[in-house]
């Protein structure tokens, strides 16, 4: 009997290794159908809805993305919910019933996704009422950025009731939705009235406008929200209303040097009294500021206007002091101003190079620079024919001479007997390093603008919207010595003529002036000359 038990065993277990080798291998095609609702309690569209439960059912199980986050309800509700999944079934249960007589929307963005594959259920909204009729409203748009004039994707574009004190500062949006990633965005179901309308780059996802680093866009005038559709562009800006402030002073043997809290646009030093001169200038973070010893000023009150990229200003008296010597513990020169290419720092006969001294120096030769290179190339630089030294006698300017070997390795040698501190020990200057590039040459752009507006500014932009160069009131504007690149043509109007140009309110009482982008790039090259750029405002 246990031998026919034996059998028995043996012969069904090679049975079902049998029946295993034949299954459905695991993997296969991937899944990237996503989720489809096939029914919801209550319907889309529905009226008359009375319930604290709203049910999803998909044609596959289902999960939360981040649902808490992503679910819009519109209008806001504090009304708190539970999230059950079950399978292909979503719950969502209220702790109260919904508001009697509003049409609720819920847009579920990217909050639901397949269980195998993550992959989301797009353009997912559910709308219904709970009273006798759906509101019907609708308004829909763009959101760009006002300094480019690129969409604003992903942007969050709010509504509140104009009667309504409540603002994008303080609360959360009555209705909201989101900008896909053309900026495009649309509202319906929305009950008919006037509402205040903005758009904001959220960065942190609070539906709120409470840092000032965000983007936001918003018309000055409530909008007129009916059945028949409008198109609404709202611009976003950045709204800055800090004041640069001063944040670290320090004394040195010839200057004094102030750090401030932001980036610096403009900066103007004068002395209390007016009646002496003093030299200044901006370092290149942008955000530290060196006035200079002079002969005419030696020390005292200073009145220091500094002016961020926003026009905020502020103006402080400084009591300016000049300290010990310190040029023994600093490096006598660097090269400032250096072009990079594939890694390496290139410049071409003809260009313009400064280098930092680090102290004030004056000049008591006629050689005080020399370029060499280990193929016994030896240039002497002419002061003052082809050697500068600034105001502050700080830094020199050279033009990059013709060289024999474009391919040698080039040092730039300082005469310290030729350049000497107007105060404390001789400097060391150590030999600096550069390359010399081929001269391909430089570019130049001009064009003509027809305008009746009196006053605008004129600028030309790199790839990453950098001011590279600018000219104010020019119809016929042209921008020479350009490097070979492309690059985009922004005109700001001064439309109330007060000789700048004018951001946006943080009242939001005020939009900000017309921004005009070329609509396409221009691409300069190097000895040649584009010139039919026509603008029209």
């Not at 159908?33 to 009375?50: E, F, K, M, Y």
């Not at 060289?403 to 105060?423: F, G, K």
């Not at 060391?428 to 500014?457: D, M």
């Amino acid at each position: 009997m246990k031998f026919i038990n034996t059998v028995f065993l043996a012969t069904s277990a090679i049975a079902l290794a049998a029946c295993a080798s034949v299954s459905t291998p695991e993997g296969g095609p991937k899944d990237t159908t996503p989720p489809t609702l096939v029914s919801s309690t209550p319907a889309d569209q529905q009226l008359n809805v009375s319930t604290k439960t709203i049910s999803l059912k998909f044609d596959e199980d289902v999960q939360q993305n981040n649902l808490q986050k992503e679910l819009l309800i519109t209008p806001y509700t504090d009304n708190k919910y539970r999230i059950k999944m079950d399978n292909e079934v979503l719950i969502l249960t209220f702790d109260k019933p919904l508001k009697d007589s509003t049409t609720y929307t819920f847009n579920f963005r990217n909050g639901i996704a397949d269980i195998k594959e993550k992959t989301v259920a797009k353009g997912l909204k559910l709308s219904f009422s709970t009273g006798s009729f759906i509101d019907t409203s609708r308004v829909a748009g763009q959101v760009i950025n006002l300094m480019t004039q690129e969409p604003e994707a992903d942007a969050i574009v709010a509504l509140y009731p104009a009667e309504d004190t409540m603002n994008i500062r303080k609360s959360r949006p009555y209705y909201q939705a989101q900008a896909d990633a053309q900026g495009q965005f649309s509202f319906e179901n929305i009950r008919e009235g006037n509402y205040r309308i903005y758009a904001l780059q959220d960065k942190n996802n609070n539906s709120l406008y409470d840092n000032e680093g965000e983007r936001i866009g918003f018309l000055k005038d409530p909008i007129s929200i009916k059945a028949d559709s409008q198109k609404v562009t709202l611009q976003t800006f950045i709204i800055d209303t800090k004041k640069p402030i001063a944040l670290q002073r320090q004394k040195m043997a010839d200057r004094f040097t102030i750090t401030y809290s932001e980036g610096l646009e403009k900066i103007n030093a004068v002395t209390a009294t007016g009646k002496d001169t003093i030299y200044y200038k901006a370092l290149p973070d942008g955000k530290t500021v060196e006035l200079y010893k002079n002969p005419k000023f030696t020390g005292g009150k200073a009145l220091v206007t500094a002016v961020d990229s926003a026009g905020n200003n502020t103006l402080d008296t400084i009591q300016v002091d000049f300290g010990p010597d310190y040029t023994q513990r600093v490096k006598g020169a660097a090269i400032k101003d250096i072009n990079k290419k594939n890694g390496q720092t290139l410049y071409r006969p003809g260009q313009k190079l400064t280098l930092e001294l680090q102290a004030q120096a004056t000049i008591k030769g006629n050689s005080p620079v020399t370029i060499q290179s280990d193929t016994a190339t030896s240039v002497a630089l002419k002061y003052p024919e082809e050697v500068k030294l600034d105001k502050t006698a700080t830094e020199l300017t050279i033009t990059i001479p013709k060289l024999s070997n474009r391919q040698a390795p080039y040092t730039i040698v300082l005469d310290s007997t030729q350049i000497v501190p107007l105060q404390g020990k001789a400097l060391s200057f150590p030999p600096l390093a550069f390359n010399v590039g081929e001269n391909k040459g430089t570019g130049s752009v001009q064009g003509t603008i027809t305008t009746k507006v009196k006053s605008f500014i004129v600028q030309l932009l790199d790839n990453k919207y950098k001011v590279v160069k600018e000219s104010r009131n020019t119809r016929n504007f042209k921008f020479q010595n350009i490097e070979p690149g492309v690059y985009n043509i922004r005109v700001l109007v001064d439309e109330n003529n007060n000789g700048q140009w004018d951001r946006g309110s943080g009242k939001f009482d005020r939009e900000p002036e017309r921004v005009y982008m070329y609509p396409n790039q221009v691409e300069i090259r190097a000895n040649w000359e584009l010139e039919d750029i026509k603008i029209e405002l």
